[in-house]
């Protein structure tokens, strides 16, 4: 099993660096307006923002290929736009609207899309990682070489159908990537006062899953890590297990006054460690892209953020016969 910390920066083009760049843009900007809607009590029910662990799944996103599988927590919105998700449809679902991806039924949490293979934020911490494995085995049934993404926190690491899912995932040589996003805080309780182990990762051992801690504030780190994790899923050596180090500005949700912990971390963290700005850097300092470049892809970011919500605002709400679809299904195999 591995036992380093991953460090390792692959070689990255300029439209790689640019492409990274867009997408963490795309989500911090997303997620902002997202706050902004729930303020002006556009969103109702919970919103959990992904602001600061925007490199965790772009990076992810940029190990993976087309026919490969996610599924995720309530902290979700970042994941659905990663993987290439319609911001208008996702900021509708937000609002409620019909034109949310499971017609304003969902909200932030729960929204689902197959033909980008995600397969949902769920509300119920840590239930998303067995359906994970779920999804592995269908995959490693049919007799495919995809690999399913299962992202939880650091919080839901301590849930006990965790270490049930490691078992049987170990058992069947399962081609799933559980990720764990430790963003130090689960709800609101550091990782320090919740757990007695010197990491997360390193539980896997247990099952004998192999894994390794990866710098969530650096895409490209993330990025090898994941491709590494995805390497060995395919091979047919079971899952991986990827504790990546990262941060959340926000509070847990909306409602959060994030009173566990000072101002001053969180700003530290900003100025210091900030995944968007290393990309940025990188870009100007490798004269990849001037000031002006990166002037245009915001504005060309927020004309998009914008649309969303113009789109969302605009899209009527759900009928009240849509209480009664989705329910069942016709679509069921006829036995002899």
């Not at 990682?129 to 301590?158: Q, R, S, W």
């Amino acid at each position: 099993m591995a036992a380093r910390k991953s460090t390792s920066k692959p070689n990255v083009s300029k439209d790689d660096l640019l492409g990274y760049y867009r997408d963490m843009l795309l989500i911090r900007r997303f997620e902002e307006k997202a706050g902004q809607l729930y303020g002006m009590g556009l969103i109702g029910g919970f919103c959990h923002l992904y602001i600061g662990q925007e490199a965790v799944v772009v990076g992810l996103e940029a190990a993976a290929r087309e026919g490969d599988k996610r599924v995720t927590s309530y902290r979700d919105h970042g994941h659905m736009l990663a993987c290439g998700m319609d911001p208008k449809g996702v900021m509708a679902e937000l609002t409620g609207r019909e034109g949310g991806y499971s017609r304003g039924k969902g909200g932030s949490m729960h929204m689902f899309s197959r033909e980008k293979h995600f397969y949902g934020g769920h509300g119920i911490v840590g239930a998303q990682v067995p359906i994970g494995a779920g999804l592995a085995f269908a995959d490693k049934y049919l007799g495919t070489d995809n690999v399913t993404f299962t992202y939880f926190g650091d919080g839901a690491a301590n849930q006990g159908q965790v270490y049930e899912t490691y078992n049987m995932a170990m058992l069947w040589d399962l081609p799933v990537v559980f990720v764990i996003e430790n963003n130090k805080y689960a709800m609101g309780t550091s990782v320090q006062r919740s757990t007695k182990s010197p990491s997360l990762w390193e539980r896997g051992a247990a099952y004998g899953i192999a894994g390794e801690e990866v710098d969530g504030m650096d895409v490209l780190a993330v990025k090898a890590a994941g491709e590494k994790a995805v390497a060995h899923c395919r091979a047919g050596k079971g899952p991986y297990i990827l504790e990546v180090m990262t941060y959340r500005y926000r509070g847990h949700s909306m409602s959060d006054p994030a009173k566990y912990r000072t101002r001053d971390e969180v700003q530290k963290m900003r100025d210091e460690r900030d995944a968007i700005e290393h990309v940025r850097e990188l870009l100007l300092q490798g004269k990849h892209a001037t000031e002006d470049d990166l002037k245009a892809i915001d504005k060309e970011i927020k004309a998009v953020v914008n649309e969303s919500a113009e789109f969302a605002k605009e899209s009527p709400e759900p009928a009240l016969e849509e209480l009664w679809t989705d329910i069942y299904t016709d679509d069921v195999p006829q036995t002899a």
